[in-house]
């Protein structure tokens, strides 16, 4: 029980201290602040997992997980479920995804026993090369994250058809038809998505010169300022563009009138895209990496671009330290796995790129050696101030949604979308009723960095799903929004479970950490600027005693209250005895678990 408990929230204990709330005639009043209630089973800082034999779906909105729901129940496969309940999500969740922005997906085929991958990312402007971007830039170090610079081509459309070509049953006016109606008759706004409305507006209002354009954005989601929560949202312009790719496929989108009107808006505002980028974009299958950590799990995720090995790389370091030896939320491991995080993302920095313009040296990064040899680096006692990337031996050389589907048969959907920086660039095309992703802002201006820009080039990606396998047979499919947090986050759920026994909601719920620093992606090869050490940022379940000793090893360790930088989780386990669907969502969204 220690060991959970360790890592609970702190306000589990019921705390009573005075504080002072208004009334309703404004004058403050005394208020009690309570913690949390007790359970009858299970740790008391989280809820019970969903339990349904027959389907399940976990998303970042109640709406959206009961779309997914009634899809399967129509005799939809989780693909199309998944697919239902991204477009759901594109509009009630605006603040994190929509069909401006790329798509990665995961998919367990209980037909041919196998785990498929989707990367679903656009490309950068096929008529702009490095020279003439670097002269856009106007001597600029760093890539604007508003306006048209950062933006790329939207891979989501194109990867929802890729997906529902090889695993769909139901048609796509079937499956869009939920988003559509509530699109044009509105839904009421959750309260975290609020939250989030309400702080991308007042970004959107101190960058409008960079954005140059914002007019259109500002009508669709900002008329009259950010919806609050409860506020009734409608968006009648992307029930259109929906409805336009309900009847005319993935080409109504990139080589229909949705692409011609880009293109038009795009030569309007100064910007690089062209239709003709949008008629030549196609999504990519590639096939999952997975590690085995300890006790028959295997962690699976997608190669570069995205950054889903990294959590492959700090799994291959972590595998060499029993955790379960120390207390869940001791300094120990923080410290292990803070040290893991950095070790591996160093190497991102260095070698995540395109793989058609720049293959990583994967097969080594991945292996069992590399990984001891990349453990054998951390000093046990103390933070090193300073880690580089590995010396390949070759012969030669955010903000995001998470969602997670399963169906009757035994499919497991994991997909991860997103606009990138928030709600994305702060453009929307005429009449279109979506935002276009800022992800172009990941590409580095070293000339001679693997993921420099270029034309036609896919940028570094964060977004990456994952899923986990039992003695080989499938058993999770996961996943953990927001940015340089979600390896780290994937790495800690499966710690929390594998090594500390935790249920699949407690894993979720468990305070985390998240360490921010270090050389980027976007940085030049050598990493001038960056923070070598960086943050290590903690939630409020992590004692006191904790911080102080991670302080004492030399970590620069903040306490954060707010949820918002630890990330969003869903997931789905597979009872490979019963078949018996396990799901959770977390607290810090406004998500929900239903099974049915």
Same mark, same amino acid.
């Given at each position: 029980?220690?060991?959970?408990?360790?890592?609970?929230?702190?306000?589990?204990?019921?705390?009573?201290?005075?504080?002072?709330?208004?009334?309703?005639?404004?004058?403050?009043?005394?208020?009690?602040?309570?913690?949390?209630?007790?359970?009858?089973?299970?740790?008391?800082?989280?809820?019970?997992?969903?339990?349904?034999?027959?389907?399940?779906?976990?998303?970042?909105?109640?709406?959206?997980?009961?779309?997914?729901?009634?899809?399967?129940?129509?005799?939809?496969?989780?693909?199309?479920?998944?697919?239902?309940?991204?477009?759901?999500?594109?509009?009630?969740?605006?603040?994190?995804?929509?069909?401006?922005?790329?798509?990665?997906?995961?998919?367990?085929?209980?037909?041919?026993?196998?785990?498929?991958?989707?990367?679903?990312?656009?490309?950068?402007?096929?008529?702009?090369?490095?020279?003439?971007?670097?002269?856009?830039?106007?001597?600029?170090?760093?890539?604007?994250?508003?306006?048209?610079?950062?933006?790329?081509?939207?891979?989501?459309?194109?990867?929802?058809?890729?997906?529902?070509?090889?695993?769909?049953?139901?048609?796509?006016?079937?499956?869009?038809?939920?988003?559509?109606?509530?699109?044009?008759?509105?839904?009421?706004?959750?309260?975290?998505?609020?939250?989030?409305?309400?702080?991308?507006?007042?970004?959107?209002?101190?960058?409008?010169?960079?954005?140059?354009?914002?007019?259109?954005?500002?009508?669709?989601?900002?008329?009259?300022?950010?919806?609050?929560?409860?506020?009734?949202?409608?968006?009648?312009?992307?029930?259109?563009?929906?409805?336009?790719?309900?009847?005319?496929?993935?080409?109504?989108?990139?080589?229909?009138?949705?692409?011609?009107?880009?293109?038009?808006?795009?030569?309007?505002?100064?910007?690089?895209?062209?239709?003709?980028?949008?008629?030549?974009?196609?999504?990519?299958?590639?096939?999952?990496?997975?590690?085995?950590?300890?006790?028959?799990?295997?962690?699976?995720?997608?190669?570069?671009?995205?950054?889903?090995?990294?959590?492959?790389?700090?799994?291959?370091?972590?595998?060499?330290?029993?955790?379960?030896?120390?207390?869940?939320?001791?300094?120990?491991?923080?410290?292990?796995?803070?040290?893991?995080?950095?070790?591996?993302?160093?190497?991102?920095?260095?070698?995540?790129?395109?793989?058609?313009?720049?293959?990583?040296?994967?097969?080594?990064?991945?292996?069992?050696?590399?990984?001891?040899?990349?453990?054998?680096?951390?000093?046990?006692?103390?933070?090193?101030?300073?880690?580089?990337?590995?010396?390949?031996?070759?012969?030669?050389?955010?903000?995001?949604?998470?969602? *997670? #589907?399963?169906?009757?048969?035994? &499919?497991?959907?994991?997909?991860?979308?997103? =606009?990138?920086?928030? +709600?994305?660039? $702060?453009?929307?095309?005429?009449?279109?009723?979506?935002?276009?992703?800022?992800?172009?802002?990941?590409?580095?201006?070293?000339?001679?960095?693997?993921?420099?820009?270029?034309?036609?080039?896919?940028?570094?990606?964060?977004?990456?799903?994952?899923?986990?396998?039992?003695?080989?047979?499938?058993?999770?499919?996961?996943?953990?929004?927001?940015?340089?947090?979600?390896?780290?986050?994937?790495?800690?759920?499966?710690?929390?479970?594998?090594?500390?026994?935790?249920?699949?909601?407690?894993?979720?719920?468990?305070?985390?950490?998240?360490?921010?620093?270090?050389?980027?992606?976007?940085?030049?090869?050598?990493?001038?600027?960056?923070?070598?050490?960086?943050?290590?940022?903690?939630?409020?379940?992590?004692?006191?005693? *904790? #911080?102080?000793?991670?302080?004492? &090893?030399?970590?620069?360790?903040?306490?954060? =209250?707010?949820?918002? +930088?630890?990330? $969003?989780?869903?997931?789905?386990?597979?009872?490979?005895?019963?078949?018996?669907?396990?799901?959770?969502?977390?607290?810090?969204?406004?998500?929900?678990?239903?099974?049915?």
């Amino acid at each position: 029980m220690y060991k959970t408990l360790a890592f609970a929230l702190s306000s589990a204990a019921l705390a009573f201290s005075p504080a002072f709330a208004q009334d309703q005639t404004g004058a403050e009043k005394p208020k009690l602040e309570i913690g949390a209630g007790g359970r009858p089973v299970g740790e008391p800082w989280s809820r019970s997992p969903v339990y349904a034999a027959n389907g399940m779906a976990a998303t970042a909105h109640p709406l959206a997980s009961q779309i997914a729901i009634d899809i399967l129940k129509k005799g939809g496969s989780a693909v199309d479920a998944a697919i239902a309940a991204n477009a759901a999500l594109g509009l009630m969740e605006p603040t994190g995804n929509g069909i401006g922005g790329d798509l990665f997906a995961i998919i367990w085929d209980p037909k041919t026993q196998k785990l498929y991958g989707l990367n679903g990312s656009g490309k950068s402007p096929m008529g702009t090369s490095y020279k003439q971007f670097m002269k856009q830039l106007n001597g600029s170090k760093t890539i604007p994250p508003f306006g048209p610079m950062p933006v790329t081509v939207p891979g989501t459309v194109d990867g929802w058809f890729e997906m529902h070509g090889k695993f769909g049953k139901l048609s796509m006016s079937e499956i869009l038809a939920p988003t559509i109606n509530y699109a044009r008759e509105g839904h009421p706004v959750a309260p975290v998505i609020a939250y989030y409305l309400d702080s991308n507006l007042k970004r959107f209002n101190q960058s409008v010169e960079m954005i140059g354009e914002f007019d259109n954005a500002r009508a669709t989601y900002f008329a009259d300022g950010a919806p609050k929560t409860g506020e009734v949202f409608k968006n009648p312009d992307l029930a259109n563009t929906l409805s336009k790719i309900a009847e005319g496929g993935r080409d109504a989108f990139y080589s229909g009138d949705i692409a011609r009107t880009i293109d038009t808006y795009f030569k309007r505002i100064g910007g690089n895209l062209r239709y003709e980028d949008f008629a030549a974009h196609s999504s990519k299958w590639v096939a999952p990496g997975c590690v085995d950590y300890r006790k028959g799990y295997e962690l699976c995720e997608l190669p570069p671009n995205s950054q889903g090995f990294a959590a492959l790389q700090m799994t291959n370091i972590l595998k060499n330290i029993d955790l379960a030896q120390y207390p869940r939320g001791s300094a120990e491991v923080l410290h292990y796995i803070t040290e893991a995080k950095r070790l591996a993302f160093e190497d991102v920095a260095r070698f995540y790129a395109d793989p058609d313009a720049s293959p990583a040296p994967l097969d080594w990064l991945l292996s069992d050696e590399y990984g001891k040899e990349r453990f054998a680096l951390i000093d046990s006692a103390k933070a090193t101030p300073e880690f580089g990337p590995g010396e390949p031996k070759l012969e030669g050389e955010g903000d995001t949604t998470y969602l *997670t #589907v399963a169906d009757k048969d035994g &499919m497991m959907v994991s997909l991860i979308q997103s =606009n990138y920086r928030g +709600m994305g660039s $702060g453009l929307v095309a005429d009449g279109l009723g979506f935002m276009f992703q800022d992800r172009g802002e990941l590409y580095s201006l070293d000339p001679n960095h693997p993921n420099v820009y270029a034309p036609g080039k896919r940028p570094f990606q964060t977004i990456i799903p994952a899923f986990m396998k039992k003695d080989g047979k499938p058993y999770m499919s996961f996943g953990l929004m927001g940015g340089g947090m979600q390896p780290q986050g994937h790495v800690q759920v499966m710690i929390n479970m594998v090594d500390f026994g935790m249920n699949l909601q407690e894993a979720g719920d468990a305070a985390r950490l998240n360490h921010d620093g270090g050389r980027q992606p976007t940085d030049d090869l050598a990493g001038n600027g960056a923070d070598l050490l960086g943050v290590l940022n903690v939630e409020p379940g992590i004692s006191d005693e *904790t #911080v102080e000793q991670l302080k004492a &090893m030399g970590h620069k360790v903040e306490r954060v =209250n707010n949820g918002a +930088m630890f990330g $969003g989780y869903q997931a789905i386990v597979r009872d490979p005895q019963t078949g018996v669907y396990h799901g959770a969502t977390e607290m810090r969204k406004d998500g929900q678990a239903l099974g049915y």
